[in-house]
Every structure is written in C-alpha cells, then in structure tokens.
C-alpha cells in the first residue's frame, strides 16, 4: 500500500514540476529522490535515477555523473548527447571540482581555463563533487545550453540532492 503511495506521489510530482519555480522545484525534487532512494544501496541504479529526475525537471542540456576509478574520472549514468568517457584528476571543470573537492559554477564555459567541451552547445555549467568519508568518490556535471543558467540556488540543492547518496 505504502508503495502505491509512493508511486502516485512520483507521478502527481512529475506533472506538477513544470509549473514551478527553481526553488519550489528543487524542494520536491529533493523529497522526490530522498523517497526514490529509499533503502537502495545500489550506486549505479540510484544514480540513473537522480539523473532522470534532475534532467526531466529542467530539461537540462546534459545531465550525469563520473565516478572516480583508479585516479580518474570514469563516465557513469547520464541524460543527454554523448560524452567524453574519461577526465583527469585537475582537468576541465569536472576534474577541478574534484581536485578542489568544491562545487563550481561556471557563468559561461569559454571563459573557464581548460573546460572540456564534450559539446559545442554547451555553454554553462554546474559540477557537484560527491564525498564518502571525506573524499570524492564521484561529481554530478550539469551542462546547459545556455549562459549562466546554474546559480547559488543550483549550488545548495544540488549538494543537498547529492548528500542523499
Ligand atoms: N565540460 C566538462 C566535461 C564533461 S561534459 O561537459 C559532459 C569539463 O570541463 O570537465
């Protein structure tokens, strides 16, 4: 019954997102996830989903994550057009926020030193590092097509979302 509730919840948030304003947005999606995650310890499967959520909600331009594997940044689950499978440790932004261990804001991607362009239509972006016993273990990357979509309201519930894992 709880699951049923569960369900009718996730689909009435659907529906319901596209009308909202960022905050008001980020505050369901938040209790979105936290109840899709739910006792899931599956770090793949759960990363797919917030990825979905996240990218259906805003229509980001892309949307995923890349997990750190034997000193790199690997590509994981993600949302959008295809994506550089490997970056490293300092490199682009998703490797700077790794280094930084930081989230970072990027107004306008031209402008950020050795940004990686996975694609041209790419021109703002937010990377979200994720810890597990104070290391990076991996970064949610947002990418959007057009300038200076991400600000601090992006920032403190994106780290919000990822703090859920
Ligand atoms: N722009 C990123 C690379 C990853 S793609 O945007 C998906 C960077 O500079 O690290």
């Known amino acids: 019954m709880l699951k049923v509730f569960k369900n009718i919840f996730i689909i ?6 596209q009308f909202m304003k ?7 999606l938040y209790e979105q996830i936290k109840a899709l995650l739910g006792k899931e310890k599956d770090e793949i499967a759960n990363m797919a989903n ?4 996240i990218h259906e909600a805003f229509r980001f331009w892309w949307t995923g994550f890349y997990r750190v594997i ?21 490199k682009g932004v998703c490797g700077t926020s790794w280094k930084e261990a930081q989230t ?9 030193p050795g940004h990686i362009a996975c694609s ?13 016993e104070n ?17 601090e309201t992006d920032k403190e519930w994106l780290e919000k979302i990822v703090g859920l894992f």
Do not use: M
């Not at 960022?22 to 369901?28: I, R, S, V």
């Not at 917030?50 to 959520?53: N, Y």
């Not at 041209?120 to 597990?132: C, G, M, Y």
């Open 70 to 90: 034997d000193n790199e940044l690997v590509l994981g689950p993600f949302q959008g057009p295809v994506a550089c499978t490997r970056i490293a440790y300092g």
């Open 12 to 17: 009435f948030a659907r529906h319901t997102l």
């Open 135 to 151: 290391q990076v273990v991996a970064v949610l990357d947002i990418d959007s097509e057009k300038l200076a979509t991400f600000d």
């Open 120 to 132: 041209s239509a790419s021109q703002s972006e937010i990377v979200v590092p994720i810890f597990k």
């Open 22 to 28: 960022k905050t008001e947005k980020y505050q369901l």
């Open 104 to 112: 970072i804001v990027v107004k306008d991607v031209h402008e950020f």
């Open 50 to 53: 917030v990825v979905a959520i």
